[in-house]
Structures are given as structure tokens and as C-alpha cells.
């Protein structure tokens, strides 16, 4: 039942943006659905949640395979955690035919050491100085997603084109931040291996330009395409509430910076004698790392900032440096003290930038600390800028930049990657990952497409099965996709210790998982496949007929 991958791109496409013009695909839909009517439409949709989406993702595809269901799946689409494991399986070619080979190798992988806080920091700079737009995604990609992926994959999507032919059509999905909280425009982003843009409005380019410059729909300047690093930060950097990501951050730049100190990779960057040392200009950033920690955690920085003004003095030969006064720093109003606190952040930074611009790398990170004083995440050029184009919403067509974030603070399960109406889905298979209530994305979806008029069966939950939840539940409803709604933890697979597993593999963790804990997530998402798979076979029968 698999499809050949010229199928898949027809299957795929809705209006793309091509040059000056939107060219509608219309003949090639209609061929498309003749074809795609002679099989099921399955697509198999993973939800965030960390490393508990990626390793739940790879331990429920596997039994999918042993079940001889994997065949049947046209698309599989992540949100946050489980891309990172669609990034890992789609690094091999076909690697559906040989999944247990590939899970293995994925397995000891994970298992293995993290990548060097050298090989990091390298990756760092080769984002800042690659492209034009520099943000906390590309700190989130070389400091914490090789903590959990264990690798720098510079591979990009576009190279995985050539040998999809076995494999579903992967679908990777995040969401427009401006589009989200202002209600303007379309907030749904699909990036695949051929487009990337709008889900609902159904505007798109090809996925190798989706960073470059655009104006009227005519690129301006081409900026690299983004790699598999750096695609996985863009999809999966919600991992805890806004607090918790900004400390942990400050802590990584914080760590960072003083790693580099120790291991002595500054030595080489010494200028001549008379210049101030180059240390002493990392030391005073990594102070200022540190007294941004103590104010998030309510600690008072006065004895770091007075350390951080007598190196400023002697990086100036003791010339007076104004900088914003810390002794007005009111810790008890926690809210007013970060706002003073980014206020004393940017100070620095001017006067570290106007002064010692010439250290090499510094700039970069003055970069990263403004872009953590304004929460800078996922910033690309926006490819509908000034579009005047009838089709697109205006709000989409104003700004050169749009930012782009993890889909879960929107609706953790990327249904409306696959409810685009040229994409003709016969059964949605839904493998829920998320933290807390295990129905949220499904009614969430049944409630967001209600309002889009998009067809999609009611969704009801027996209210017994809120703290208990069972392993399978199906909606249907006419003309609407069948939808088959999985949770990770329930009664059949935990029995009564749904609470200790979820308490076991909390989303909130910065430490990557052991080989043990990897074994067992993998195990008890499979059941969920294996207990089910005549259920499975049953709805997609039922479709067939």
C-alpha cells in the first residue's frame, strides 16, 4: 500500500509560492486523489513531550512494524519532542524496511555521551556567523538539544527528498508566535522535505528557501537552509514553562563561557600586550550570566556586581564605566526586578560592544544575551512579505520577520498539518505523548476545527476515563476523518501506577535518559500497538470499505 514518492508530492502540495505568484496545483490534486482514492489516507501523528515523544515515538513504530501496520501510513507528522525522532529515523534511507537495525543504532546513541561543550560551541558560532538572523533557537539547538539527541545532524530536509520512496511522508510542525497572540492570520507551519509554510492558508515555498529573504514573493537574498540541528530546537523548545527555559538557558551560557575560561580556548585570541586580556572580558559576561541567574531565583547580585564593575574598570584602565546602578534592584517585586535586571544587561553589553568589539566572538555573545533580554525565538525572514495577495491575510503580509516556536503551546498534536482538504485523510492515528491531561489534544483539535469549519468527529470521553485512561479510543463522524486517539499511560499498560510512570518521565528534565529508562519507555508505549493491533486493523479496514 505504500506509495511511490511522485505520488507522495502530488498527495502533498496545496498552493506554493513561486516566484511573484501563487500557482494553484489544481489538475495535479485531481489526479492525485484518483490515486489516492485506490487506498486508505492514514496519516500517524506523534504529540510533544520531550524525551518521553521521541523514545514513545520509536518504541510504538516498532511494534506498528512488527504488526505490519507501519506499510499502511502515508504520513507521519511530530510535534516538539517527537520530531527528534523523526529526525533520527529519517537520517537513514528507507529506514522503515529495516527499523529494528535503526532503532538499535538510535537506541546506543542516546545511551551514549553527550556532544563536547567544544563541538557545541563551535556549532554556536557557525550558526551566528551563517546567516543573517541569529536567535535563542540557535542557542537551544547547539546547548540543549545535543544534550538529548546525543549528535550534530547538519544534514537538511531538502537531502532527505531523493529516498522517501519507502518511507512515510514525514511532516515536521511549529506555529507562527504573531499569528497566535493576536488571532491574525494562519499560526499552523508544516516543513516537509519539498515546502514549508502555511497549513490553513496553503501558501508555501520550497523548503530550501524557507529562510531567505522575500519581498512580493520574489526571494531577495538566499539564506542557507536550516539543518536537522537546528529544525529540531525550532520544533522542540517548549520543555517547561517560560521561568524554568530562561533559567536553565542562563545556566548554560553561564557554564558555557566558564567551560571555555578552564579549558583555556580564549588563550588564542589574545591581540597584543597593551590590549586588556581577553579573559577578563568572558569573565565579566559570565558575572553577568550569573547575576541574571540570582535575580530569577530572587537572590541579591550586589557582590557579583561589584565583581563585574572592577573587571569593566580594569578592561578600561580605570576609567569610570556607566552602567546602569544596581543598588535599585528591588527583589521583591519579581517582575520589576527582571525588568531592572535586563536593563543592567543591555547596559553591559553596549559598553562591552562599543568598547572590545574587536575580541573575537563577543559580539556573538552580546547577541545572545539581548536576544534573552527580549525572548528572541525562531526569527526567519518572513518568504509573504508584501505578498498584496487576496488569499493571504493581511497580517501575514506586513512584517519582514515572523517568529516561529515550538507547536505544543498551541495544541501539542499536529492534526491540522493533515487535515489540509487536498490531503484527502481517511483515518488519523494519534499517538499522545503530552504531560497532564491525556485528552486535551484531541478535544482541542475537535474544537479549533469546529471553528475553522474543517470536518472533524465529535470527540466525547466517558468522564471516568479523565484520571483513568484507557489505550484505545476511536471518533468518527460523516464526512470526517476517522480519528484513533492513543495515550501513552493508562490502565492497560500501567494499571494502577499511571501516576509513578508519569511521575518517572516528566517532561522538566534537562538529564537525557539511561539505556534502562529508554528500554522500559519504549516497552510500554509498544504495548499500546501490540495490545491494539486488531483494533487497529479493524478501522483500517472499516475505511477500505
Not at 478535544?443 to 484505545?472: G, Q, Y
Request: hydrophobic share 35%.
Amino acid at each position: 500500500m505504500r506509495m511511490s514518492a511522485g505520488e507522495r508530492t502530488q498527495a502533498s502540495v496545496g498552493t506554493s509560492l513561486t516566484c511573484s505568484q501563487c500557482v494553484s496545483f489544481g489538475e495535479e490534486r485531481d489526479n492525485a486523489k484518483a490515486q489516492l482514492d485506490a487506498v486508505p489516507n492514514i496519516a500517524l501523528l506523534a504529540s510533544g513531550g520531550g524525551q518521553r515523544a521521541m523514545v514513545g515515538l520509536l518504541g510504538s513504530l516498532v511494534e506498528l512494524n512488527k504488526a505490519g501496520i507501519l506499510d499502511c501510513i502515508l504520513y507521519l507528522s511530530g510535534v516538539s519532542g517527537s520530531t527528534w525522532c523523526m529526525a533520527s529515523l529519517y537520517k537513514e534511507p528507507d529506514w522503515s524496511t529495516k527499523l529494528e537495525t535503526v532503532k538499535d543504532k538510535i537506541v546506543e546513541r542516546l545511551s551514549g555521551p553527550k556532544v563536547s561543550w567544544g563541538d557545541a560551541y563551535a556549532k554556536l558560532k557557525k550558526y551566528y556567523h551563517g546567516k543573517d538572523i541569529f536567535s535563542l533557537t540557535d542557542v537551544w539547538a547547539a546547548m540543549v538539544v545535543t544534550t538529548f539527541v546525543k549528535e550534530i545532524d547538519e544534514h537538511t530536509l531538502t537531502d532527505q527528498w531523493e529516498h522517501l520512496s519507502k518511507d512515510p511522508f514525514p511532516i515536521y510542525t511549529v506555529i507562527d508566535k504573531q499569528s497566535k497572540q493576536q488571532g491574525g492570520g494562519d499560526p499552523w507551519i508544516e516543513i516537509s522535505p519539498n515546502e514549508a509554510g502555511y497549513s490553513l492558508t496553503g501558501a508555501f515555498v520550497g523548503t530550501s528557501s524557507f529562510s531567505s529573504q522575500f519581498h512580493s514573493g520574489s526571494k531577495k537574498k538566499h539564506q542557507p537552509e536550516m539543518d536537522m540541528l537546528y529544525l529540531q530546537a525550532l520544533c522542540g523548545s517548549a520543555l517547561a514553562d517560560g521561568e524554568e527555559i530562561c533559567n536553565f538557558l542562563w545556566e548554560q551560557i553561564h557554564d558555557c563561557i566558564k567551560h571555555l575560561l578552564h579549558q583555556g580556548m580564549f588563550k588564542e585570541m589574545r591581540t597584543d600586550p597593551i590590549t586588556p586580556p581577553v579573559e577578563k572580558c568572558y569573565q565579566a559576561l559570565m558575572d553577568l550570566a550569573f547575576m541574571n541567574l540570582c535575580v530569577l531565583n530572587g537572590k541579591d547580585p550586589s557582590h557579583l556586581d561589584q565583581s563585574l564593575r572592577t573587571r569593566l574598570n580594569d578592561l578600561g584602565g580605570g576609567k569610570h564605566q556607566r552602567i546602569f546602578p544596581i543598588e535599585k534592584l528591588n527583589l521583591a517585586d519579581k517582575q520589576a526586578a527582571k525588568r531592572y535586571m535586563n536593563q543592567h544587561t543591555e547596559d553591559v553589553c553596549n559598553n562591552l560592544s562599543y568598547r572590545y568589539s574587536f575580541i573575537p566572538d563577543v559580539q556573538m555573545w552580546i547577541c545572545i544575551f539581548k536576544c534573552m533580554n527580549d525572548w528572541i525565538w525562531g526569527r526567519h525572514y518572513n518568504f509573504l512579505h508584501n505578498m498584496k495577495d487576496e488569499a493571504v491575510h493581511s497580517a501575514l503580509q506586513e512584517s519582514e520577520t515572523r517568529d516561529y516556536e515550538d507547536a505544543g503551546l498551541l495544541n501539542n498534536s499536529p492534526y491540522f498539518s493533515v487535515l489540509r482538504e487536498e490531503r484527502h485523510i481517511d483515518l488519523i492515528i494519534s499517538l499522545d505523548f503530552s504531560e497532564g491531561d491525556p485528552f486535551m489534544t484531541v478535544r482541542d483539535a475537535f474544537e479549533m476545527s469546529k471553528r475553522l469549519n474543517i470536518p472533524f468527529p465529535e470527540v466525547n470521553i466517558p468522564k471516568e476515563d479523565m484520571e483513568k485512561p484507557k489505550d484505545f479510543y476511536v471518533f468518527k463522524g460523516q464526512n470526517a476523518p476517522t480519528v484513533i486517539h492513543i495515550p501513552l499511560f493508562n490502565v492497560v499498560n500501567c494499571g494502577e501506577q499511571i501516576e509513578t510512570w508519569r511521575d518517572h518521565y516528566r517532561t522538566i528534565k534537562f538529564s537525557s535518559y539511561a539505556t534502562e529508562k529508554i528500554t522500559k519507555l519504549m516497552e510500554v508505549a509498544g504495548k499500546n500497538i501490540s495490545n491494539n493491533k486488531e483494533n487497529l486493523k479493524e478501522q483500517i479496514q472499516a475505511v477500505i470499505g
